[in-house]
C-alpha cells in the first residue's frame, strides 16, 4: 500500500533552534519527493524537490535529504524563526495519478 | 501572489446544492490538479486535467466533476452536497503533464455546507 508517514505529528521549539521532521514512504516506483510549508489556512508553497539521484537539496535555512534505499527522508530547519510556524507536509509522487501526501508535521516556533 | 488564481476565496451553502470553484492556472502552466483538505486531515489528490483533457484521477466522489476549458482555466463542480464536504479545495499548475517539474498552488477555496 502506498503511504507517506511523518513524524513528529507536532513539535514546538524555540525561536533559533535547530529542528529534523521526517518522513518515510513506501510509494513505488518512486519519482520524486517534494516537500512542502503550508501556513494555516494557506496553499502549499514548494521547498525543495528530489529526485531518485539525490540525496541533498538545500533551500536557505531548509535541508531536505534523501535515502532512495531506505525509503527516508529528512527536512532540516537551522536557526528557526517566528515565521517557520506552519504544517511542513512531505509528498512522494509515483506517476501523475499516484501523489501520495504525508499528513504533516505541525511545525510551532516558540520566542 | 504564486500566480494561481483561486474564485472564491470563500462559499457558504446549504446541504443538498451545488456549487462551482475555478482556478486560472499559472500563465504558461497546461496542467491543473485539484485537491481537497479536510480540517486538520492531509491533502487529498482529486483530480488533474492537462491542456484541456483529464489525465488522472484520485479519490473524487462521483458527485464531484471538473473540467479545463481551451483558454486553460478549470472549474470544479460539487453537486448533492454534504456536511462532510466542508473542506479547502486547492488548485495547483504545472507546465507540463507531470508532476516531476513541481507545481504551484493557489491561495484555496474554503467551502462550508450548512
Redesign the interface.
Known sequence: KNQVEQSPQSLIILEGKNCTLQCNYTVSPF??L?WYKQDT??????LT?M?FSENTKSNGRYTATLDADTKQSSLHITASQLSDSASY?C?V?A???K?I????TRLSIRP | D?G?TQTPKHLITATGQRVTLRCSPRSGDLSV?WYQQSLD?????LI?YYNGEE????NILERFSAQQFPDLHSELNLSSLELGDSA?Y?C?SSPL????Y???????T?LTVV
Open positions: 519519482s520524486n517534494r489556512g494557506r496553499g502549499p508553497v514548494s524537490i529526485t507536509i509528498v509522487t506517476s501523475a495519478s501523489i501526501f504525508g499528513s504533516g | 504564486s494561481v490538479y486531515q492531509g491533502l487529498q489528490f488533474q489525465r488522472a484521477k484520485g479547502l486547492f495547483a503533464d507531470t508532476s516531476n513541481g507545481y504551484t498552488f493557489g491561495s484555496g474554503r
